[in-house]
């Protein structure tokens, strides 16, 4: 089995651990862990203090459940996160002042000035300006 990650293919028996955060992708919190069985057993005799005393709440498990099946149900929603994302980097892209500094297919879009105004103040609020416009912009 392959895995990608920042672009490269690698073999999934090649990597120790991968892990993954439920943050952005689930609108809740926490993550997962997943490895070989030595690797898996450590964590387990390793962390047992850790998991019992800060693993996530059952409402926020029962969060990313719920999205997780609501996904299942409506596969139609990520290829609509998908097109909304290339139009979204499509009328970014031709913004001259910044780059985008994020994956292409990322939900999450990181913009860098490509030349500061001077001022801390000035760039972030050349930047919040940005933000409110596509926050208010309707993606088909």
């Known amino acids: 089995m392959l895995f ?8 999934v028996e090649k990597l120790d651990l991968i892990t993954a955060a439920m943050g952005h992708a689930l609108a809740t919190e926490g993550g997962f862990c997943t490895g070989s069985a030595r690797v898996i057993d450590h964590q387990r005799l390793s962390s047992s203090g850790y998991v019992f005393s800060a693993s996530l709440p059952p409402y926020l498990a ?5 999205a997780i099946d609501v996904l299942d149900e409506n596969p139609n929603l990520l290829t609509k996160l998908k097109n909304n994302i290339a139009v979204l980097w499509k009328g970014l892209s031709r913004i001259p002042s ?3 500094a994020s994956h292409p ?12 105004t001077g001022s801390l103040k000035d760039d972030l609020q050349l ?3 940005i933000a409110e416009r596509v926050r208010n912009a309707v993606l088909f």
Do not use: W
């Not at 990608?4 to 073999?11: E, H, P, S, W």
């Not at 297919?105 to 500061?116: D, H, N, T």
């Open 105 to 116: 297919e990322s939900p999450i879009v990181y913009l860098r000035l490509k030349q500061s």
């Open 4 to 11: 990608m990650i920042f672009g490269c293919v690698l073999q």
């Open 98 to 100: 910044f780059t985008i």
């Open 127 to 129: 930047l919040e300006n």
């Open 62 to 66: 029962s969060a990313a459940i719920t």
